[in-house]
Structures are given as structure tokens and as C-alpha cells.
């Protein structure tokens, strides 16, 4: 057995916290090392955020050429090379390893490719991929550990080999009909991006509504603009089985409110969730306790339950963006300097890279409806934004939320450059401004940031006492 090997702190897993705490503690003097047995960098460089963002984007270029027409310019019938786009999607994703690769190298911290598992408290057992084995110890350990697609118990759905969204971004091949199971951010995403590359798309999402967590006319809107694109988005709808196999043939059966149907189709994505890394490494052995649906139990330090040892990112239950995971380093790192970060008083954005994308932060709606915060709400179609009558963007619309202090609450906008005004709306926020200071700030015009100013106009006055 080998000898254990004793350091200051010790990571397992690379994702983007835990990278950047190996690289704070090295710098710091820390005798550091990370482990991870396989996505160096994570899972967002990888195979999840930048990696579809790069294929998206390829597909609003495709979905471009095919409009050219409207803006002047005389194209040929374009067709979609997915070699092309992969290979692409490939250059980027390498030049993020590197660029990785080089953080471990200039900060000092050790990296270990392998797969760790606890045989102690604060003692892990790696299973280096090159062959052999290390046993580390560490006197501060962080986890960052991540999550995996989920898989639905439907009936031959596993036998069927379906796509993950970590498959679907490697296949060098247009399919004829891809149904996506599931109406979330990662869902919807593909649907598109599939369907400007030529695919034939079903969505099928079992709650009532596409995107669950956001109000309803934000999921109306994302709805129309998907089903104009001529993809099929059925709500309320449960898969019973599916036959055949994915890349080949399929056939589901369903059951919906107009009752049993039966569809086919050549590739099938499931996009259904995220189940937390946690099964299998020996945190019972290390003392982490986990919560009722598989995640890492923390306090609002990140503290586990195990004496210095901190979780951060997905498998902590943080929401799931890479965002997020950056702002869990800070908490944690400022929280070792004696300070008293707390993960309860942060404003977190979110935004989903359809085309054109839905950014949202603060309050929604049906949220202070249901716990009786009482808002004044101002509404506004983008296509009301001067900058969308030169580019023709007009898809959307923009919402505010005011309280009755004059500050904004919350804000969502579904429209072209939705994530850039959503941070001016959120700088704000932050700030505790009055929503007067943004709507008579000076913005520069064509922007989309410029429709604040119209949107803000309309906010109600406050309800007479």
C-alpha cells in the first residue's frame, strides 16, 4: 500500500471553484494538491457552458445565411457541416484545458489526474489514470465534486443509448428528428441550436410549462418563439417507453391531455436534471453528511459537517452556474481570512442562451405573488427599444419589478443583449437605487440598455393608503 502523502489542503474535483481555491491556497504558501479524474477545468469549458454556447452561436450563424435575404445579402442554400462545428467547439475547448493546465503550473498547486474515493477522514485514496496509487492527507480539504444528466426510470430508455448533453455536443451529424426530453435552460438550448442545423425538433416536457421556474409570460414567449422556428414543444406530457435505439431508429409512447401518442424519431437528448457526484467516494467515511436528494449538507459558510472540510459549487446544492461556483470561492476564501460571508444574501442572475436569450435576476412575479410582496410591475415589448428597429431583434419583452421603497426587486428581459442589460439592471439592484436614478440615467443611444429608460417610465405610482 502506498505511503500517505501529508498536505496543507487538498481539492477533489476541478471544477471552478475548487480550481481557483487550489490556485488561492498554493500562491498563499499552502502545500496544495487537486485531483480530478477527468475534465480538467471543470465541467463548464468541457462539456457544458462554453462548449454549447460555442455550438449555439454556430447555429445563429447558420440560422443568419438562412435570413440573409431580409438584410441585402443573396446567399446559396446554406448546409450545416457538423465536423465543421465540432471541430470548432474542439479548438475552443483544448485552448480552455490549457489554459488550465498553465493556472496549476504558475501557482504552485500539484495536480493529480485520477479518481479519488475517502478511506479516512480528510485521507483519499487516488486511483492515478496513468496506473498506481496515492493515498493523500490534508489538514483543510474542499470538494468540488459537480453533478451528472440525470436519467428518468422510463421503461427502455437506458437500453435505448439516449444523448446527454455532454454526447450531443460530440456528433458530427444533423439528426432527422431529435426529440429532447426535457423543457430547461439545457433542453431548450439544443432544441434550437438543432433545429437552425436543419434538425426536425420535439420537446417534450412533463410539468405544464417549459422553463418551470420562470412566470408564465416569460415561458409563453420563449414557447412562440421556439414553435415559429417550427419546433414542437409538448407540456404535460409523460413518456411511458421507448424502443429502438438513438442514432437509429426510436419510437416513444406518451401520455398527454388528448391521451396516448406514439412518436418516432432518430436521436433522443434527455435533459431532464442533474444528479449531485456524491454516490460512491467515501463521504460517509469522511464524515460529510448529505441532505434527502443526494447533495453535500453546508451551512451558509459552506461548511460541512466534517471539521475543516468545505464543499462549493453544484454538489454543495449551490444554483447551478458557473457564476455561482466562482462567487462559492470568494465566500469560502474570505471566510478562511476571518471574514463572515454568507451565501444567503447574494443576488444570483441567470440567463438561458436561446436566440434571443431570457436573462433574468431578482424577484419573478408569481414569487411575490405567492408571498404577498406587493410590486408595481413595468412591462414593455423590445421591439419598443429604438436600437431593434435597425436590426430587426424585436422578439421579447422587457419587465421590471418595483417595490413600494422605489427600488427594483426584480428585473427578466427576453430579447437581444438580454444578459448585458440585465447587468446594468443588477448594478443597481446591488447599489439599492431608486428606480428613478436608472430610468433618468443618460444611456447611450442605439443601445438595448437604452430601453430602461421607456420601461421605467412605466411604473405605476404607488397604490394610494
Known amino acids: 500500500m502506498a505511503e500517505p502523502e501529508h498536505l496543507d489542503v487538498l481539492v477533489l474535483g476541478s471544477g471552478q471553484a475548487g480550481n481557483l481555491i487550489a490556485w488561492h491556497m498554493a500562491k498563499s504558501g499552502s502545500r496544495t494538491a487537486l485531483v480530478e479524474r477527468r475534465?480538467?477545468?471543470?465541467?463548464?469549458?468541457?462539456?457544458?457552458?462554453?462548449?454549447?454556447?460555442?455550438?449555439?452561436?454556430?447555429?445563429?450563424?447558420?440560422?443568419?445565411?438562412?435570413?440573409?435575404?431580409?438584410?441585402?445579402?443573396?446567399?446559396?442554400?446554406?448546409?450545416?457541416?457538423?465536423?465543421?462545428?465540432?471541430q470548432r467547439?474542439?479548438?475552443?475547448?483544448?485552448?480552455?484545458?490549457?489554459?488550465?493546465?498553465?493556472?496549476?503550473?504558475?501557482?504552485?498547486?500539484e495536480l493529480i489526474e485520477g479518481s479519488g474515493r475517502f478511506i479516512a477522514p480528510k485521507a483519499l485514496e487516488v486511483q492515478l489514470n496513468a496506473g498506481g496509487t496515492r493515498i493523500l492527507t490534508g489538514d483543510t480539504v474542499f470538494l468540488n465534486i459537480?453533478?451528472?444528466?440525470?436519467?428518468?426510470?422510463i421503461a427502455g430508455l437506458e437500453a435505448a443509448k439516449p444523448l446527454t448533453h455532454i454526447d450531443i455536443l460530440e456528433i458530427d451529424y444533423v439528426p432527422s428528428h431529435l426529440i429532447v426530453l426535457g423543457g430547461g435552460y439545457v433542453g431548450l438550448e439544443f432544441a434550437q441550436a438543432y433545429r437552425r442545423f436543419g434538425s426536425r425538433v420535439t420537446v417534450i416536457e412533463s410539468a405544464p410549462q417549459i422553463i418551470g421556474r420562470e412566470d408564465a409570460d416569460s415561458a409563453e414567449a420563449i414557447t412562440q418563439i421556439l414553435s415559429d422556428e417550427g419546433i414542437r414543444i409538448l407540456t404535460s406530457a409523460n413518456v411511458?417507453?421507448?424502443?429502438?435505439?438513438?442514432?437509429?431508429?426510436?419510437?416513444?409512447?406518451?401520455?398527454?391531455a388528448a391521451g396516448e401518442e406514439r412518436l418516432e424519431a432518430s436521436d433522443i437528448l434527455v435533459a431532464t436534471g442533474r444528479v449531485p457526484n456524491t454516490a460512491g467516494i467515501g463521504l460517509e467515511t469522511a464524515g460529510v453528511a448529505l441532505d434527502s436528494r443526494g447533495y453535500i449538507q453546508v451551512n451558509d459558510r459552506l461548511e460541512t459537517t466534517a471539521p475543516d472540510v468545505w464543499a462549493l459549487g453544484e454538489c454543495a446544492g449551490s444554483p447551478q452556474f458557473t457564476h455561482v461556483s466562482v462567487d462559492d470561492f470568494r465566500i469560502v476564501r474570505d471566510n478562511l481570512a476571518g471574514g463572515h460571508r454568507s451565501t444567503t444574501d447574494r443576488l444570483t442572475p441567470s440567463c438561458v442562451f436561446t436566440d434571443p436569450p431570457l436573462a433574468h435576476v431578482g424577484l419573478r412575479e408569481r414569487d411575490a405573488q405567492r408571498q404577498g410582496i406587493p410590486v408595481r410591475v413595468a412591462k414593455m415589448p423590445t421591439g419598443a427599444v429604438v436600437r431593434t428597429h435597425t436590426t430587426g431583434e424585436k422578439l421579447g419583452f422587457m419587465?421590471?419589478?418595483?417595490?413600494?421603497?422605489?427600488?427594483?426587486?426584480?428585473?427578466?428581459?427576453?430579447?437581444?443583449?438580454?444578459?448585458?442589460?440585465?447587468?446594468?439592471?443588477?448594478?443597481?439592484?446591488?447599489?439599492?437605487?431608486?428606480?428613478?436614478?436608472?430610468?433618468?440615467?443618460?444611456?447611450?443611444?442605439?443601445?438595448?440598455?437604452?430601453?430602461?429608460?421607456?420601461?421605467?417610465?412605466?411604473?405605476?405610482?404607488?397604490?394610494?393608503?
Not at 93 to 103: M, S
Not at 146 to 152: D, E, I, V
Request: charged share 20%.
Open 39 to 86: 475534465w480538467i477545468g471543470g465541467s463548464c469549458p468541457n462539456i457544458a457552458c462554453m462548449p454549447s454556447k460555442n455550438e449555439v452561436w454556430s447555429a445563429r450563424i447558420a440560422h443568419l445565411v438562412h435570413h440573409a435575404g431580409q438584410f441585402g445579402t443573396l446567399t446559396t442554400p446554406g448546409k450545416t457541416d457538423m465536423a465543421q462545428v465540432r
Open 89 to 109: 467547439k474542439r479548438d475552443m475547448v483544448a485552448g480552455e484545458v490549457a489554459a488550465f493546465r498553465a493556472g496549476f503550473k504558475s501557482s504552485g498547486a
Open 146 to 153: 459537480g453533478t451528472h444528466s440525470a436519467m428518468p426510470p
Open 240 to 256: 411511458v417507453k421507448v424502443e429502438g435505439q438513438s442514432g437509429r431508429t426510436i419510437t416513444l409512447t406518451l401520455r398527454g
Open 399 to 465: 419587465k421590471a419589478l418595483v417595490g413600494e421603497d422605489d427600488r427594483i426587486l426584480g428585473f427578466t428581459m427576453i430579447g437581444a443583449e438580454a444578459g448585458e442589460v440585465m447587468a446594468a439592471v443588477q448594478t443597481a439592484m446591488l447599489a439599492g437605487l431608486p428606480y428613478r436614478k436608472l430610468r433618468d440615467a443618460v444611456i447611450a443611444h442605439l443601445t438595448m440598455a437604452e430601453g430602461l429608460g421607456p420601461l421605467l417610465e412605466n411604473v405605476p405610482p404607488r397604490a394610494a393608503v
